[in-house]
């Protein structure tokens, strides 16, 4: 689904979208309020979503949403706004003039459940918004186990639940399900946020890495197409 006020701007992400064989673009929606709308009668996996809208923000649209991923779009380059978007729930963050391919790469990381922001705007936010975090939600952190510990650690720098599996020699199922009690004892509602935690929490250091250049193939074979 396309969410932003200007349909130009819809029109061109569609073009972009539409090139590509295994995304199908679904709806568009003008504004936040109208997206909450549409989503509650269509099936929708990813939601592309400007931040300033009129009616309803996407920030607050994005806090309101459950189950499809969202992927926030803006052409504000400011750290609060990514910061609070990662905070509702959004899975990531990009700038609208972000290459056609690497916003193709992002829907498809996101959708795979990869949490995707541009790497010089998480590397200000977290700078900035590190100590925002409550002592008593930091923690948090001292209550998992040490094997949870360690899924945190490797999904905060980035790795697949493939790639956490081939490290650890377990099997994927079993790393989802640690991950799965990581984010309910942290809390959180899913990877972006943990990647946010762990830098919050001083667990791990800002890196830089490409979006588009995921550290690792989804696993599971081809996933269905997404719907946009």
Known sequence: ML?????????GFRMVLGAQ??????????DGAAALEL??????????????MPNMDGVEATR???GPKVLILTTFDLDEYAFSAIKAGAAGFLLKDVPPADLVDAIRLVHAGDAVVSPGTLRRML????????????????????????VL?????????TEVAARLEVAEATVKTH????????GLRD???????AYEAGIVVPSHRPIGQAPGSPSGGRPHQPKV
């Open 21 to 30: 064989p295994d995304i199908e673009v679904v709806a568009e929606a003008g």
């Open 39 to 52: 989503l509650a009668g269509i099936e929708v996996d990813v939601v592309l979503m400007d931040v300033r």
């Open 127 to 150: 700078d900035r918004f590190a100590a925002q975090l409550p002592a008593e939600e930091l923690s948090a952190a001292t209550d998992l186990t040490p094997r949870e510990r360690e």
């Open 153 to 161: 650690l490797m999904v905060a720098r980035g790795l697949s639940n």
């Open 64 to 66: 309101r949403i459950r």
């Open 179 to 186: 991950l799965g009690r990581v984010l309910a004892k942290l």
């Open 191 to 197: 990877r972006a946020q943990v990647v946010v935690y």
């Open 3 to 11: 969410v932003d006020d200007q349909q130009l701007l819809r029109a």
